[in-house]
């Protein structure tokens, strides 16, 4: 079935530091990509997401590339912030009405 | 506007009982969703409505997972016989329709403890 591997946390950042967080998938057909973030205490909300290859995705300066000859869609941000700190979840949808697949979280620290 | 809120926030409850989750989403959403997270886990799809009836059920773990959404809005997932293992955050979401180019919106959770 579709999967979902992405990078193992905790990553601890400095402020201004630049973020990657890894996710490669596995799935038949072609699915949509998504990053979702769940900030403390708070429920998991859209980051950004991409429908089609090499669709980029991006939102509050996040991006993410749909790499199909890859299989990735990793997370990138130039500079983050402490704001930033949160847990991050890659998931895909195969397609038509099918549920969202998500991976394991990659919970971000940055620090001041 | 209002978003996905889910009842009761936190739930103790003994093995064997019976406990209801209940969600309610946005409104005007018809999709439906309900996951569950354990533990250091992402999400894993249970189960998911388009209007009033079950569209994909394949993820309800065993029979002892029950969910229904009499009149297309509000959802109870209903669990018989907790075990220890069912403890987790139930998380609900809604989309405006069920599909893969439709945002789902969550809601904060519902954390089950089976003692």
């Known amino acids: 079935g579709d999967s979902v591997t992405q990078m193992e946390g905790p990553v601890t950042l400095s402020e201004e530091a630049f973020l990657t967080i890894n996710c490669t998938y596995t799935a038949t057909g072609y699915p949509s990509l998504f990053w979702y973030v769940q900030y403390p205490g708070e429920g998991l909300q859209l980051l950004l997401k991409?429908?089609?290859?090499?669709d980029k995705g991006s939102n509050k300066g996040f991006e993410a590339t749909y790499r199909k000859e890859t299989t990735s869609f990793h997370l990138e941000k130039g500079s983050v912030q402490v704001s930033d700190s949160a847990v991050y979840f890659c998931a895909l949808s195969g397609g038509g009405n099918t549920p969202l697949v998500f991976g394991k979280g990659t919970r971000l620290s940055v620090i001041a | 506007g209002a978003g996905v809120s889910q009842t009761p926030s936190n739930k103790v409850t003994e093995k064997g009982k019976y406990v209801e989750l209940r969600c309610d989403p946005i409104?005007?959403?018809?999709?439906l969703y309900w996951y569950r997270q354990s533990l250091g886990q992402g999400p894993e799809f249970l189960i998911y409505?388009?209007?009033?009836?079950?569209?994909?059920d394949s993820g309800l773990p065993n029979d002892r997972f029950f969910a229904v959404r009499p009149e297309g809005s509000v959802s109870t997932l209903k669990i018989q016989r907790t075990e220890r293992g069912d403890s987790a955050v139930y998380l609900c979401?809604?989309?405006?329709?069920?599909?893969?180019?439709?945002?789902?919106?969550f809601g904060p959770g519902t954390r089950l403890t089976v003692l």
């Open positions: 979401a809604s989309s405006l329709i069920a599909g893969s180019y439709n945002e789902q919106f």
């Open positions: 409104s005007g959403h018809t999709a």
């Open positions: 409505f388009q209007g009033t009836g079950a569209a994909d």
């Open positions: 991409a429908t089609k290859a090499d």
